[in-house]
């Protein structure tokens, strides 16, 4: 097992230029050299039942990652990982011709030299079919999301009428309500 060592804390600190700890990796800690410093949760102990604890010891980097996503602060604006997704299966789109030729290449090298292993198969248009449908899952819940703070035009056309009457019952000037009505149909909901 590689341990990934870093020359200093890293963690995010608004008050300080750069944005960042610069306290040595581990510092204050049993782990000194890797990880988060003391003042910055590297010695509290994780409360867990015990499965994530194992491993943030055994895989340091990992637990520095799910600390950094922990930190987001718009952890459910799936909008870069959409963005990211969908650059991943352009690129592999774009590539798919050439990755296939370079395999089918290095397969031909295994035909000259017999009972050399072979790779089993040529990269597979599956994996884009799988990408797509990642794709569609994101989009689906980011949908969802932006349903949450949305009004059914049912309710929005119940709540211009009920406007409607509250500014009838105060306005008694006819030519006003006449005004007011008619540059309320040039609204435009979009």
Not at 82 to 101: K, M, S, V
């Given at each position: 097992?590689?341990?990934?060592?870093?020359?200093?804390?890293?963690?995010?600190?608004?008050?300080?230029?750069?944005?960042?700890?610069?306290?040595?990796?581990?510092?204050?800690?049993?782990?000194?050299?890797?990880?988060?410093?003391?003042?910055h949760g590297g010695a509290t102990p994780i409360k867990s039942d015990g499965r994530c604890s194992e491993i943030y010891k055994q895989l340091p980097r990992?637990?520095?990652?799910?600390?950094?996503?922990?930190?987001?602060?718009?952890?459910?604006?799936?909008?870069?990982?959409?963005?990211?997704?969908?650059?991943?299966?352009?690129?592999?789109?774009?590539?798919?011709?050439?990755?296939?030729?370079?395999?089918?290449?290095?397969?031909?090298?295994?035909?000259?030299?017999?009972?050399?292993?072979?790779?089993?198969?040529?990269?597979?248009?599956?994996?884009?079919?799988?990408?797509?449908?990642?794709?569609?899952?994101?989009?689906?819940?980011?949908?969802?999301?932006?349903?949450?703070?949305?009004?059914?035009?049912?309710?929005?056309?119940?709540?211009?009428?009920q406007m409607g009457v509250t500014v009838a019952n105060h306005v008694k000037d006819e030519a006003t309500l006449r005004k007011i009505e008619a540059e309320?149909?040039?609204?435009?909901?979009?």
């Amino acid at each position: 097992m590689t341990v990934h060592r870093r020359s200093t804390c890293g963690a995010h600190v608004k008050s300080r230029p750069g944005g960042r700890c610069e306290q040595r990796a581990g510092w204050g800690t049993d782990h000194v050299g890797v990880g988060r410093c003391k003042l910055h949760g590297g010695a509290t102990p994780i409360k867990s039942d015990g499965r994530c604890s194992e491993i943030y010891k055994q895989l340091p980097r990992l637990g520095e990652r799910i600390a950094q996503f922990l930190e987001d602060p718009e952890p459910l604006n799936l909008m870069r990982d959409l963005a990211t997704l969908r650059a991943l299966l352009t690129d592999y789109i774009e590539r798919y011709e050439e990755f296939t030729d370079a395999l089918i290449a290095w397969h031909e090298t295994f035909r000259e030299e017999e009972g050399s292993p072979k790779p089993a198969r040529v990269l597979d248009i599956a994996s884009a079919r799988k990408m797509v449908v990642d794709i569609a899952r994101v989009v689906a819940i980011i949908e969802k999301q932006q349903e949450r703070g949305a009004i059914t035009m049912e309710t929005f056309n119940r709540v211009v009428s009920q406007m409607g009457v509250t500014v009838a019952n105060h306005v008694k000037d006819e030519a006003t309500l006449r005004k007011i009505e008619a540059e309320w149909a040039e609204i435009r909901v979009a």
